[in-house]
């Protein structure tokens, strides 16, 4: 078993930033695929964000790349979501997520990953 605590939301401005973390407990953190996922009031939960076991590999949504950068600590079994330039769109509970054994074909497929957090809310004001 992997538990996973998510913290950083809150509210922001549009164009502000905010940075998520995740801190993972149970199973070696290094073995698994760290994705972040979103979800919005009243709309399906989306693929934000993953990366690889050793932060080799990243891979993200076309709406937040260049503007999110996912990255983790393995010593401290943590990985993080820095998101700049926020819009109003952003808002949702975001949740991170653990995956063994996942290839990158597969980052974005929430049905793959194993493990997931309570979610932590992220509130965009325009």
């Known amino acids: 078993q992997v538990q996973l605590v998510e913290s950083g939301g809150g509210l922001a401005q549009a164009g502000g930033s905010l940075r998520l973390s995740c801190a993972a407990s149970?199973?070696?953190?290094?073995?698994?695929?760290m994705g972040w996922f979103r979800q919005a009031p009243g709309k399906e939960r989306e693929f934000v964000a993953a990366?690889?076991?050793?932060?080799?590999?990243?891979y993200y949504a076309d709406s937040v790349k260049g503007r999110f950068t996912i990255s983790r600590g393995n010593a401290k079994n943590t990985v993080y979501l820095q998101m700049n330039t926020l819009k109003p769109e952003d808002t949702a509970v975001y949740s991170c997520?653990?995956?063994?054994?996942?290839?990158?074909?597969?980052?974005?497929?929430?049905?793959?990953?194993?493990?997931w957090g309570q979610g932590t809310q992220v509130t965009v004001s325009s």
């Open positions: 997520a653990a995956a063994a054994g996942l290839y990158r074909s597969a980052f974005g497929l929430a049905n793959k990953y194993d493990y």
């Open positions: 149970g199973r070696t953190f290094s073995d698994y695929v």
């Open positions: 990366i690889s076991w050793n932060g080799g590999t990243t």
